[in-house]
């Protein structure tokens, strides 16, 4: 097969669940023997072409700045849509497989899909729905729309949770959605040691506002009552970093909170996730939630929030492989304490929770699925 994998940011250039999940498939699917092309915004210098790992991307426009205020802007999906349809006709492909989201470049990738006549899948990773209004207030109707026509684009979905799939029935898709989850590398995180450097509780992630890494802060400042000696790491850059670090401050939490910043090597943040005791993962909105999966194969319980747009509630069963909390400090704090307590024997199902999530199994879902389409 010769595919078309179509996202605006592409890893590890930028760093996300969507991303990771985009590049762990396509370098297997290609391992294993078929064409792979990733089409993205240009964030390497010299050729627009390059090949990583045997995939083959595609630098379609200079990169855009992704945020603006703290929220991700929709300027540069529609300029990446606005680019992508040439790049994406110069060549011929069995499939194209487009992301949901950022919505824009899907339409273009379905221009080509018509006049290439071949068949186009769209992945899901989360549907935002009447989320919309809270984010961009009455403006989110556009958004809300968009979406919607979006989903009317093809007949051909994955999503990547339970959660996901029962929301595009909830707006309206009719056609049968194939559930598969995001992954990782099983094998991997088991062979790699321990950090030095020792941590009680531990966050990963974007620094965005839908994290809630405030409350989690607000929660080591409750600990702390309990542990004096209590110490959170905090792994990732995003435009909340500032106040997050003066709230640990104003809070007096100098000595008990680190901000790593962005980890370029994956393996270390593996390593400070097997050098902690809980991973406390506050987010109100994710599709899947990759360093759930990571923190269990780390052994980790994870505590996380009960929020009807948090799909790391569907792979959490609570007091087997984590605890689910409502989104208050107090709840929070009091959870990480009993996983902080009762950690030590919740490893094993933490592991095993994991381990039926490994990328080889889902590279092959997802390569079986691009045969079924295409036939």
Known sequence: MKIACVYDVIYPYVIGGTEKRIWEISKRIAKNGHEVHL???????GDDVVIKEGVYLHGVCEPKELYVDGRRSINPAIYFASKLLMPLLKEDYDIIDCQGFSYFPCFSAKVCSALRRIPLLITWCEVWADYWYEYLGKKGVFGKVIEKTTTHLTDNMIAVSERTKNDLKRIGVRNNIEIIPNGIDFEMIEQMKASD???????????????????????????????????????????????LEKLAYDLGLESNVEFTGFL??????????????????????????I???????CGLPVVTVNHKMNAVCDFIERDRTGFICELSETDAANNILRGLDEGADMAGSCIENASMYDWKRIFKLTESMYEEVIS
Do not use: Q
């Open 39 to 45: 089409f993205g915004m240009k964030y390497w210098d």
């Open 197 to 243: 450097e020792e941590s009680d509780v531990i966050f990963a992630g974007r620094l965005i506002k839908e994290k809630n890494v405030d409350v989690l802060i607000k929660a080591v400042k409750l600990v702390k009552k309990e542990m004096p000696e209590v110490k959170c790491k905090i792994i990732g850059e995003g435009p909340e970093k500032t106040k």
């Open 291 to 297: 360093a759930a999966l990571e923190a269990n194969a």
């Open 264 to 289: 370029g090597d994956y393996n270390d943040v593996i390593s400070h996730m097997k050098s902690s005791k809980v991973l406390m993962l506050p987010s109100t909105r994710e599709g899947f939630g």
